[in-house]
């Protein structure tokens, strides 16, 4: 099977720096996505991690960990749009994409 | 290129009945996937497809069906809606590759509801 484990909620004030944890349990492990989705739209891609180590794009990085089964999205520099939901994906060992429950980012003024 | 294109955007069911969700692609992604999401929830996987012809059955299964004839379209069928389906629905799509296909396209959803 395959599971995905993320904070359900996190706050953080504009401009601030902000980490959403993920950590997963899987039979097989190819790498870890991260998407974003704004209320009432659909999911967009942001980055992918193959290999343990940062992955920087812009004011967004991800982080991987393939022994300690865990990865991070790191945003910096908050602006108010950022205020979304954040998820984790990773695919199972018969490569099914599997999708974390999500992580609720409101950014305040 | 349009994308990933999904119709229609709404949709209210009766319980007992059937429909077809379309979806579409132009960008010759040989990957599609059909995801629903509840309220507050994640993405659950419902079927997806590694290219025509081929198809798989994901998490969340029971009460659907799929085909794939063509590379550009991958239809989800719902034969006997029950309220359980009430959702929004994505259709998704994404090329091969190690790392690219990684990267999912998806379609704008399909809200559904079943009463």
């Known amino acids: 099977g395959q599971s995905l484990e993320q904070p359900s909620e996190v706050t953080a004030v504009e401009g601030a720096i902000v980490q959403i944890n993920c950590t997963y349990q899987t039979s097989g492990f190819y790498g870890l996505s991260w998407y974003q989705q704004h209320d009432g739209g659909a999911p967009t891609f942001l980055s992918y991690?193959?290999?343990?180590g940062l992955e920087e794009t812009g004011r967004f990085s991800s982080f991987l960990s393939r022994s300690d089964s865990y990865g991070y999205l790191l945003l910096q520099e908050l602006q108010m749009k950022d205020s979304a939901s954040y998820f984790c994906?990773?695919?199972?060992?018969?490569?099914?994409?599997?999708f974390g429950s999500g992580t609720r980012l409101l950014v305040r003024p | 290129n349009a994308g990933v294109t999904q119709t229609p955007k709404f949709r209210i069911l009766k319980i007992g009945q059937s429909m077809t969700l379309q979806c579409a692609q132009d960008m010759n992604h040989n990957y599609m996937y059909w995801y629903r999401q509840d309220p507050g929830m994640g993405l659950k996987l419902i079927y997806y497809?590694?290219?025509?012809?081929?198809?798989d059955k994901g998490e969340v299964p029971n009460g659907y069906n799929v085909s794939r004839s063509t590379t550009e379209d991958f239809p989800l069928r719902l034969e006997l809606a029950a309220p359980s389906q009430t959702s929004v629905y994505f259709c998704?799509?994404?090329?091969?590759?190690?790392?690219?296909?990684?990267?999912?396209?998806f379609g704008s959803g399909t809200q559904l509801s079943v009463l």
């Open positions: 991690n193959a290999l343990d």
């Open positions: 497809s590694v290219g025509a012809g081929i198809t």
């Open positions: 994906a990773a695919r199972d060992s018969s490569y099914k994409l599997i």
């Open positions: 998704a799509s994404s090329t091969t590759g190690l790392a690219t296909n990684e990267k999912l396209f």
